[in-house]
């Protein structure tokens, strides 16, 4: 059997242990050192059960702003 060129990389190793699920505690810590952009992004993560891909495609239309704005 041929052999595959793998360019020095390794391939990843099966995960066999069990998921680690963070306290809400953690979380509201891991959150606090976070601002901006990125901040609203993981809140909502987390706070909302979005998907990543969803919220990335969320877009403040000008009506929403000018509230925000007021």
Known sequence: MASKKTF???????????MVVLTVQEVQTLLLQMAGTEAL????LYGCGMRLREALGLRISPLDAMAIEN
């Open 41 to 44: 992004l993981a809140a909502l």
């Open 8 to 18: 020095g990389i390794n391939p990843v190793a099966h995960h066999t242990g069990c």
